[in-house]
């Protein structure tokens, strides 16, 4: 299952240069951003961590996305998934997730996991694109506004379709 990464863009393996925009990204994303520090250590202490930046190959000092996933015992856990606000809605989110499923199909991942907030609607429509479905709720889960994170799966990571990618370059 290839990728289709547009001619404009490269999505490349998150290394020790990109940590900072990544932190500065996910800090613009989410109202309880990780700490540099986390994505540090998902480079230098965890195995089960695959973890990708998205940049414009025209100005590749730009950051545009960044996304991560752990593998563990065969499922892929959806760790974080952020494109900047200004780049949204070009079909870098969905790029960034396929690269997602077929790295970890490609490593051995027969199913996927992710936590999404309740509110989060754009974020569920982008992966229930991609065959995840609700499986639970977990009540007061996020510590800011003790709102419900949903349990999402998807499973038979070797069937996400590449006519699910639109990107708009
Ligand atoms: C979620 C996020 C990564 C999507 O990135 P994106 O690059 O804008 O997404 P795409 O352009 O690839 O769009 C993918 C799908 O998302 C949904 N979507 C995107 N923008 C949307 C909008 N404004 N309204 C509704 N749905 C939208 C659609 O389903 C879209 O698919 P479609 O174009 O076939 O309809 C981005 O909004 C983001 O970074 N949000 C903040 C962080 C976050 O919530 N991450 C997810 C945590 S679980």
């Not at 998902?42 to 996304?67: C, I, M, T, Y």
């Not at 007061?140 to 419900?148: C, I, K, L, R, S």
Request: proline share 6%; hydrophobic share 50%; aromatic share 8%.
């Amino acid at each position: 299952m290839a990728v289709q990464i547009p001619p404009t863009v490269a999505i490349t393996p998150m290394g020790a240069a990109d940590v900072a925009q990544v932190a500065a990204l996910d800090a613009a994303a989410f109202s309880l951003p990780w700490p540099r520090q986390a994505f540090e250590a998902q480079l230098k202490s965890n195995p089960a961590a695959h973890f990708f930046v998205l940049r414009p190959l025209a100005e590749p000092q730009l950051l545009w996305g960044s996304a991560g996933y752990w593998l563990v015992a065969g499922e892929a856990h959806i760790a974080t998934l952020a494109v900047d606000p200004r780049q949204r809605n070009r079909g870098f989110g969905k790029l960034l997730l396929q690269t997602m499923l077929a790295d970890a199909h490609a490593h051995g991942g027969c199913n996927a996991t992710l936590e999404v907030r309740a509110s989060n609607l754009v974020a569920q429509h982008l992966y229930a694109a991609f065959g995840f479905e609700l499986v639970g709720r977990r009540k007061n889960y996020y510590t800011d506004n003790h709102e419900d994170a949903l349990l999402m799966t998807a499973s038979s990571l070797g069937s996400v379709l590449p006519d699910q990618l639109g990107v708009h370059t």
